[in-house]
């Protein structure tokens, strides 16, 4: 089992909600977060004082998926969130060693889905 | 054996009437359509409307001293008398602090009338404000206000409402406070302006950020209009008195009609819903305000939602027009039925000025028509030459990227809410 996390792009999400489902992932965790990567975030200004870097916001999904799911979230993850720009966002894969579904005390991969 | 005293015309009541109206009417703009609008849009976008209203009073309230209320109001000359007004009244030349217009209001000083319809030359580009929300550019904004007051909202204010202009006074079209030439004006505005801009990126719905803004909004829009319609007047009298019952009914009934719309085709009634059957209402009695009954008002306002809603949640999403807060579907549609409404329920008893089929007055209705149209024409023809020209120009639409980003931050570097601090 893994966690995919991923970094994208606020204006992104219906984008890779839609792809992630089209590739049958239904579950999905998602928080506002805010950050930035190479883009040092941007200027605002406040009557007229620069203020620079601040932090952008960003929209952070995570997905738990059997191993036979992973490569297809990428994919729909990649194909939503992608367009070519800097700041489109990064994904994280990790181990995900247990799963428990609250309601029926089940884990692992029955947990999952 | 002196000679009497000449007869001062000017009555306080009213004048102080009519200056409270200007100031309900300015509170309408800034903060309630400011804040009905913003909290319907996205959070990303939510600095960008409240500064196009609140730029709107500010450009406008210029412009009406140096030449709108001229335009609008002044005598015209020559062919063009019909459409528009002259310039005698240029940077408020001869409108005085003292003595009044007699035919716009014979008790109050000409300056307060002007006041009080510059309030209204204010909230009508405000309104289109909802039509192409979220995705123009502001710098576009404000050429397109400049420019829509001048050959818009100024021409079309002085056919219906000046002394000499073609529908009001050789056609005999009733608009009391503004039916026809702000609220038919502004939605006929706000359909072309989104057609002409095309959908917004990514989404095609209200982004709904902040609902009791909408609320707020909404109720500020319902305590202003008391000024709007009551204040058209023009006096602190029996007729401001029945303006002012009869926009608070058919408010209330637009209110409860729209909630029971949305109870029955979608299955709960909303605030955003409630709110909004609430401006329909208010658009709707504004121009039969001064003409109608309590009965007829209950009729204006319990079909106005009717009319309204089947606009916005049918109509809209069958052609697919992205009216981001449906300037056009509320506006436009309940000015119409106003416009319309006012030639059928018009009462004498209540106005001796006019009077409509109920009252035995069939050719009302046609009249009330026939100014629907022009102003639709003119406003929907003239709205889509100042796109066009505005395109070619300095472009009107912001680019991709900034509308994705968020106008707050890509026109204004501004956001409206941190997350962390």
């Given amino acids: ?113 | 054996m002196g000679t009497t005293p000449p007869v001062n015309p000017i009555n306080a009541g009213d004048t102080a009437w009519v200056l409270a109206s200007a100031a309900l009417v300015l509170a309408m703009t800034a903060p309630g359509l400011a804040l009905f609008y913003g909290g319907m849009v996205r959070r990303k976008n939510v600095l960008s409307i409240l500064m196009q209203c609140f730029m709107v009073l500010a450009i406008v309230s210029v412009l009406w001293v140096v030449y709108g209320y001229s335009l609008a109001f002044g005598k015209g000359s020559g062919f063009l008398e019909p459409y528009i007004g002259g310039l005698q009244w240029f940077m408020l030349n001869n409108v005085s602090t003292s003595a009044p217009n007699p035919d716009y209001g014979p008790t109050v000083p000409h300056q307060a009338y002007m006041i009080f319809q510059c309030m209204f030359a204010v909230i009508t580009p405000a309104l289109v404000v909802g039509s192409f929300a979220e995705r123009v550019k502001f710098s576009a904004f404000v050429l397109f206000t400049i420019l829509w007051l001048t050959f818009i909202y100024c021409p079309i204010a002085h056919m219906v409402w000046s002394t000499d202009g073609l529908a009001g006074h050789s056609w005999g079209a009733l608009d009391f406070a503004g039916g026809t030439v702000v609220h038919m004006n502004a939605g006929m505005a706000g359909l072309v302006t989104a057609l002409f801009l095309g959908k917004r990126v990514g989404t095609n719905k209200p982004g709904m950020h902040n609902v009791p803004f909408v609320m707020i909004g909404a109720s500020l829009l319902w305590f202003g209009w008391f000024g709007f319609n009551a204040g058209s007047a023009v006096a602190a009298n029996n007729l401001a008195t029945s303006a002012f019952v009869v926009t608070n009914t058919a408010t209330a009934a637009a209110a409860i009609s729209w909630a029971v719309m949305e109870w029955i085709f979608a299955g709960k009634p909303t605030m955003v819903g409630a709110a909004s059957g609430a401006v329909a209402g208010l658009v709707a009695i504004t121009p039969a305000s001064g003409f109608v009954n309590v009965g007829g008002s209950l009729w204006i306002g319990f079909l106005v939602s009717v009319f309204c809603y089947s606009m916005v949640a049918w109509v809209k999403p069958k052609f697919g027009y992205d009216d981001t807060l449906d300037a056009f579907g509320v506006h436009y549609t309940g000015g119409l039925w106003g416009a319309l409404a006012t030639g059928l329920f018009a009462v004498k008893a209540i106005n001796p000025n006019g009077s409509g089929v109920f009252d035995g007055n069939p050719g009302q209705l046609l009249t009330q028509a026939k100014t629907a149209l022009l102003t639709t024409i003119w406003c929907g023809v003239g709205t889509w030459i100042i796109c066009f020209l505005i395109d070619k120009t300095i472009g009107m639409r912001a680019t991709q990227e900034d509308e994705v980003f968020g106008l707050d931050l890509s026109q204004h570097h501004e956001r409206a809410y941190t997350i962390l601090d």
């Fill in chain 1, 1 to 113: 089992m893994k966690l995919v996390i991923a970094i994208i792009q606020p204006y992104r999400l219906d984008e890779v909600k839609k792809e992630l489902y089209a590739a049958q992932v239904n579950l999905i965790t998602v928080s506002e977060v805010l950050g930035h990567g190479r883009q040092v975030g941007v200027d605002e200004f406040y009557r007229g004082v620069k203020e620079t870097g601040n932090l952008l916001r960003k929209v952070r999904l995570e997905i738990a998926v059997n191993e036979d799911f992973v490569e297809p979230t990428v994919k729909a993850i990649i194909k939503g969130a992608r367009t070519g720009k800097i700041g489109d966002g990064k994904i994280f894969i990790l181990d995900l060693p247990r799963v428990i579904r609250i309601r029926t005390g089940e884990e692992g991969s029955k947990a999952i889905g």
